[in-house]
């Protein structure tokens, strides 16, 4: 009867002990989540260290800029009647009127807008760390036409007094004004015009720049202003024309066209890039001239580019730390394979010590990709990895050989996972491909564990 209870109780604990250890082997694969938890903990603070240094170069060099501009203001001056009540000394209630000279300006946009420039990227550095900024070389051209017209359009009734010509001004908007690096040469009418801080439109046009044109101001103006700007991140700009047309090029080969516009056309290839944009009046809700005063908000809609930075480090390194449950499952399920295929069992111990050293893989990697770039510290973190890895298979596992598997697999699944990193596009389809790899894999080896026994 006792060898009866202790065969019975081997045979459970052979049948039951399979299924527990997977449920085990699954526990601690969920339990090294913690420290990927802490490594991508990590990578977030070097990201925020990363981006205070953008910050702080760009608040040296120049942040995004925005052009407004130019906008054409016209001082004008109405009279009014005035309309007084009052009572006389009998009592009576009498009106009395009289006119008053008010003082108005006519902001006025222009007919003919174009913006045609080149971006020049460079690399600005400041300890471990490089932040891309760049120098645009710009010329801003067009006409303001019918000008009596336009600003007689905006009296009130018939109360026009005299239109101002020699006290006209164009602003020019900016988003950030540190960032100029030349203005020389500006042209209206063919006549040189000098720049002067501020924009006289602060609620309109906060910053930037202005020059009287009073002088030479005839019916129509027309203007060309060649500027040099320096810049980080995006150069976006304001469709301010009756019809706006840009054209921007640069030798960077990633640009992200931003705004509410797309460019009409553009051209990306390894040089760089060419885009061109034609924005019509109707694409926006504000007129082409108001009385200053008016609410009119010109931002509503702006076009431009960003030079971006495809899948940059920390973004790299984010994403790869995400794969990480899959890394170690993976791994787990090739030492599993070996353990049914072999006849071999490991400790949990040395599942959980593989599975930490796979977790310190991203460590390495964000440690050295900050000095010597995301590919070579990506190929020398994942070799010390594959090597510790095999290396400690092969002393713990009966067969040597068996090792070498261990180590192919860990080379595979590194070198597959750094093409889904940089296929930025095919990232999930990849990942999705390799999960399917996977199980059809271990379908195959496992498709005989619990194959009946023939009867004979």
């Known amino acids: 009867m006792t060898n009866n209870n202790a065969e019975l109780s081997r045979k459970l604990i052979s049948k039951l002990g399979r299924p527990v250890r997977l449920i085990v082997v699954a526990m601690l694969a969920l339990i090294l989540l913690i420290p990927l938890e802490m490594v991508e903990s990590v990578v977030r603070e070097r990201y925020s260290t990363y981006q205070t240094v953008v910050a702080d170069i760009a608040g040296a060099w120049s942040s995004d800029q925005q052009i407004a501009g130019p906008i054409l203001i016209v001082p004008f001056t109405e009279k009014i009647e005035v309309r007084d009540e009052y009572i006389t000394s009998e009592g009576e209630k009498k009106v009395s009127t009289r006119w008053e000279t008010r003082q108005k300006r006519a902001v006025i946009l222009p007919d003919v807008l174009s913006y045609e420039g080149s971006l020049?990227?460079?690399m600005r550095q400041r300890g471990i760390y490089e932040v891309q900024v760049y120098t645009a070389d710009l010329v801003v051209s067009g006409a303001f036409r019918n000008l009596p017209e336009v600003v007689a359009s905006l009296r009130t009734e018939d109360r026009l007094d005299a239109i101002e010509w020699s006290k006209a001004v164009v602003s020019f908007g900016l988003s950030d004004p540190r960032g100029i690096v030349e203005v020389d040469g500006f042209d209206f009418n063919g006549n040189p015009a000098q720049p002067r801080p501020g924009t006289t439109l602060d609620t309109l046009v906060p910053r930037g720049f202005h020059m009287s044109v009073g002088e030479f101001l005839t019916d129509d103006l027309e203007f060309r202003l060649p500027l040099v700007i320096r810049g980080s991140g995006s150069l976006r700009f304001l469709p301010l024309g009756e019809t706006t047309r840009g054209s921007l090029r640069s030798d960077w080969p990633h640009p992200s066209f931003i705004g509410d516009v797309l460019p009409a056309s553009r051209v990306i290839n390894d040089r760089g890039f060419s885009a061109e944009w034609t924005i019509p009046l109707l694409n926006r809700s504000y007129p082409q001239a108001w009385v200053a005063g008016d609410e009119v908000c010109i931002d509503e809609i702006e076009a431009g580019v960003r030079l971006f930075e495809p899948v940059a480090l920390y973004d790299l390194v984010t994403r790869a730390v995400k794969y990480g449950l899959l890394f170690i499952a993976l791994t787990f399920l090739t030492l599993g394979l070996?353990?049914?295929?072999f006849d071999v069992k490991l400790s949990?111990?040395?599942?959980?010590?593989?599975g930490v050293a796979l977790a310190i893989f991203f460590l390495i990697l964000v440690a050295l990709a900050e000095h010597i770039g995301f590919t070579a510290a990506y190929i020398l973190a994942s070799s010390i990895v594959v090597v510790i890895n095999t290396l400690y298979c092969a002393a713990i596992l009966p067969r040597r050989s068996t090792s070498i598997l261990v180590g192919g697999v860990l080379t595979a699944i590194y070198g597959i996972l750094y093409?889904?990193?940089?296929?930025e596009d095919f990232a999930l389809l990849g990942g999705t491909a390799l999960l399917?790899?996977?199980l059809t894999v271990t379908m195959y080896f496992t498709r005989r564990i619990h194959e009946p026994k023939t009867v004979e």
């Not at 093409?419 to 296929?423: H, N």
């Open 436 to 438: 399917v790899v996977a």
């Open 348 to 354: 949990l111990v040395q599942f959980l010590l593989i």
């Open 419 to 423: 093409t889904i990193l940089k296929a």
């Open 338 to 341: 070996i353990e049914s295929v």
């Open 120 to 122: 020049t990227p460079e």
